[in-house]
């Protein structure tokens, strides 16, 4: 076997780099993550099945993938929208506009929770009037919603971006020429192009929407059943010394990222295709 | 011999004015959504926290930071960037000389692997630790028989920040080393310079604008965790709080201001990071611009 074996080259430092870059990421990921696996393999099937089964757990499930899901689809047709108007149109502002398009990447999760929770809360800047129309949006499911939107916005604008300036003008010049109206050029040649580029920002902002806490933490209010996300039944469960409760959620939801970074890869792969394998 | 113009006689055809642009309204319309939902999202949570933050005055404001409380949890925020950006730098420039420098068996594999971090939410990534060293953990009774603290102490804290940020510099450079190639390296190495010369003088001035790309985004994220601390930190007041704990300790309080002017540090720190990036961001394309080697388009 000559896995970990290099093609011969004359540059030094394979070993000593390759040895390091081994050694670093198995004691910082690969031993850590390997230690919850094993210890969810000593409990048995049955505690594990109840464990992740139960109510609260399902609840907490529920809202946590509804949420995300809502976020998502919220950030797939406004980061849309972003990402088109910062590459196709001018407008003043378009600078900073796009500057502050990662600010949910900078801001600490923790900052956004509080600032969220501030302005929709029942005496905040939009929460009163939120609050006027019967509308509860902090201490309620809609909050998870929001803050999940925020957390997940550049996923989305950041991967259209570029595929919507790789987009060939001839291919719109083509549909116009051929007599589609702009709506039809849009929705016939521009989104399936983008379709790939659309489900993989779609995916990467889930997929952070599943695992997020801190920005969820503060404006959810945490109600058992209600508003409790899967991350904090987690840290509930570390807290009552239950470890191994918390190493079985703590596996499925680990479980389901991977999966969703596998899908992830694939829609990449599909969308890279779909870019250099088209049109010579 | 009859020119084009005879053959094709130039008749004024009625072209629509640009084809390939949404008429006027529906452009003013996207652009007012586009401004609309990121004025919601973006701006207006950064203008709360500057609003609360100074809701008792500007005196109420800086007096939050004379806390002891405070101050330790900014220090100990430093120290943990400190200690995790360098290990992460050194790990990144390594990693990527062997991945990005040599082809070898197992190296897709290894580029996946030291995304993974990203992957794991941050609370399991604290709750790995937990299990590790936690009284009831791997090697929670032989640590504590030898009065050695992990979880709710700062070396915790530190392992935590170093997992969150793991990938961030490697996964700068290793995409860009691949595409730079090993011709300037092996050109130094022809003319007699040593490897760590090479590395010094060849590759590092290469890639220095994606490496100080990669240390902000590190950095950022390093100072800025909250969830996988959270799970280790024990949460002790001037001990093992960092300054997004502190901000939540403070904030369960109702003591809001002091909450908010310690996450309007943050903020401002959210906000250089973003100018940096923007900064970098130009400046990288305009070194692409300069140096497209020959042969490649």
């Not at chain 1, 780099?17 to 198995?26: I, K, P, Q, R, S």
């Not at chain 1, 470890?243 to 991977?258: C, D, E, I, K, Q």
């Not at chain 2, 949890?73 to 960037?81: E, G, N, Q, R, V």
Request: hydrophobic residues 55%; charged residues 15%; aromatic residues 12%.
């Amino acid at each position: 076997m000559n896995l970990l074996k290099k093609k011969h080259s004359v540059l030094p430092g394979f070993g000593l780099t390759l040895g390091y870059t081994v050694f670093y990421l198995c004691l910082i990921v690969l031993i850590p993550l390997s230690g919850l696996v094993v210890r969810s393999a000593s409990m048995t099937f049955p505690d594990f099945w109840a464990s992740v089964t139960e109510p609260r757990v399902v609840a907490s499930y529920k809202l946590t993938f509804g949420a995300s899901l809502a976020g998502a689809l919220i950030n797939a047709v406004f980061g849309f929208i972003v990402a088109w108007t910062l590459v196709r149109y001018r407008f003043p502002g378009k600078r900073l506009v796009d500057a502050i398009v990662d600010l949910p990447f900078a801001l600490p999760t923790a900052v956004s929770g509080i600032a969220l929770t501030a302005i929709y809360s029942k005496n905040g800047w939009l929460g009163q009037y939120l609050e006027a129309w019967g509308i509860k949006a902090a201490f309620s499911p809609l909050g998870v919603v929001i803050a999940l939107t925020f957390i997940g916005l550049p996923f989305v604008v950041r991967t259209l971006q570029p595929a919507i300036a790789d987009l060939d003008p001839e291919l719109e010049e083509a549909a116009a020429s051929l007599g589609a109206r702009r709506l039809q050029t849009f929705l016939r040649v521009i989104v399936p192009t983008l379709l790939p580029a659309l489900l993989t920002g779609f995916a990467l902002s889930f997929a952070r929407a599943i695992g997020e806490y801190g920005s969820v933490v503060f404006i959810s209010g945490n109600m058992p059943m209600r508003t409790e996300i899967t991350s904090l039944l987690i840290i509930t469960k570390l807290e009552q010394y239950d470890y191994a409760g918390a190493t079985a959620l703590a596996l499925v939801m680990l479980v389901v990222s991977f999966l969703l970074l596998l899908a992830i890869n694939v829609l990449q792969w599909w969308s890279s295709r779909r870019f250099h394998g088209g049109i010579a | 011999m009859a020119s084009l113009d005879t053959i094709y006689p130039a008749v004024p055809i009625k072209v629509k004015a640009a084809t390939n642009q949404e008429p006027l309204w529906v452009r003013v319309i996207l652009i007012s959504i586009s401004l609309t939902f990121i004025g919601l999202f973006l701006f207006l949570p950064l203008a709360a926290i500057m609003t609360e933050a100074l809701r008792k005055g500007i005196g109420a404001y800086l007096e939050s930071f004379q806390d002891e409380d405070a101050l330790a949890a900014i220090k100990l925020t430093l120290i943990a960037a400190a200690i995790s950006v360098p290990a992460n730098l050194v790990f990144g420039a390594a990693a990527a000389w062997a991945l990005a420098k040599f082809d070898f068996r197992g190296r897709n594999v290894l580029v996946t692997l030291i995304d993974l971090p990203f992957a794991v939410s941050p609370v399991i990534a604290g709750l790995v630790f937990v299990l590790l060293f936690g009284l009831q953990g791997w090697l929670g009774p032989w640590l504590s028989e030898h009065d050695i603290k992990i979880i709710f102490a700062v070396p915790g804290i530190v392992l935590c920040t170093i997992f969150v940020t793991f990938p961030f510099v490697a996964r700068e450079l290793i995409p860009l080393m691949q595409e730079q190639g090993n011709e300037e390296e092996m050109a130094a190495l022809v003319l007699g310079a040593s490897g760590w010369k090479t590395f010094w003088r060849v590759t590092v001035p290469n890639v220095k604008w994606a490496l100080l790309y990669g240390v902000i985004l590190c950095n950022a994220r390093a100072m800025g965790e909250f969830g996988a601390v959270s799970v280790v930190s024990g949460h002790i007041r001037g001990k093992t709080n960092t300054m997004p704990l502190h901000v939540e300790v403070l904030y369960n309080e109702y003591n809001f201001v002091a909450a908010f002017a310690v996450a309007s540090l943050l903020a401002m720190l959210a906000l250089v990071t973003l100018a940096l990036k923007s900064l970098v961001e130009w400046r990288m394309n305009r070194t692409d611009v300069e140096t497209i080697p020959p042969g490649k388009e």
